[in-house]
T-cell receptor
Framework: AQKVTQAQTEISVVEKEDVTLDCVYETRDTTYYLFWYKQPPSGELVFLIRRNSFDEQNEISGRYSWNFQKSTSSFNFTITASQVVDSAVYFCALSDPGTAGNKLTFGGGTRVLVKP | NAGVTQTPKFQVLKTGQSMTLQCAQDMNHEYMSWYRQDPGMGLRLIHYSVGAGITDQGEVPNGYNVSRSTTEDFPLRLLSAAPSQTSVYFC????????????FGPGTRLTVT
């Protein structure tokens, strides 16, 4: 069975601080996909990033960066120079093997509060 | 494109009542799914469909029925509502081969008293 653990339930920072969200996953499959979704206070879910299990290259996109380490089954997400608009719940998710994003298993979420 | 739409946005039911949560997408996506979101538990998959006429169970299917008669629509039916089904329900869709991200609807907040 697949499992995603987000140990941090809530993180509070002051604007312009960096925030790193931890995600640890469990799967027996060799091919899988990992995702981060954002849920702002308005409630909708917004796709942020996808990473394939066979691509460990880390990436930076604007103020967001991701650190995927297959050896430790971790897929951490960092917001650099946080802003109030980054306040949201962030979910890490793992897809069912071989389905390229179908059947997601979500972590419990980390609530990020950015104070001005 | 409207994307993924869900109706109603809010609903209150009494125990034992039945209702259907509506979900529609206008992106011609093959894959559609229903999740429920409970505090501290993230989202859990209820049912999913890989195309019209094809549905399957997810992680928490009990108490829910689905059907997929068209590509666009994927309704979720609660046959006899229970307080344990109080939750926020999200519908999602995803394209076929080469598509990875799921697009979520705005959610339906359901309370069963």
């Amino acid at each position: 069975a697949q499992k995603v653990t987000q140990a941090q339930t809530e993180i509070s920072v002051v604007e312009k601080e960096d925030v790193t969200l931890d995600c640890v996953y469990e799967t027996r499959d060799t091919t899988y996909y990992l995702f981060w979704y954002k849920q702002p206070p308005s409630g909708e879910l917004v796709f942020l990033i996808r990473r394939n299990s066979f691509d460990e290259q880390n990436e930076i996109s604007g103020r967001y960066s991701w650190n995927f380490q297959k050896s430790t089954s971790s897929f951490n997400f960092t917001i650099t120079a946080s802003q109030v608009v980054d306040s949201a719940v962030y979910f890490c998710a793992l897809s069912d093997p071989g389905t390229a994003g179908n059947k997601l298993t979500f972590g419990g979420g980390t609530r990020v509060l950015v104070k001005p | 494109n409207a994307g993924v739409t869900q109706t109603p946005k809010f609903q209150v039911l009494k125990t034992g009542q039945s209702m259907t949560l509506q979900c529609a997408q206008d992106m011609n996506h093959e894959y559609m799914s229903w999740y429920r979101q409970d505090p501290g538990m993230g989202l859990r998959l209820i049912h999913y469909s890989v195309g019209a006429g094809i549905t399957d169970q997810g992680e928490v299917p009990n108490g829910y029925n689905v059907s997929r008669s068209t590509t666009e629509d994927f309704p979720l039916r609660l046959l006899s509502a229970a307080p344990s089904q109080t939750s926020v329900y999200f519908c999602a869709s995803k394209g076929g081969h080469g598509a990875y991200e799921q697009y979520f609807g705005p959610g339906t907040r359901l309370t069963v008293t």
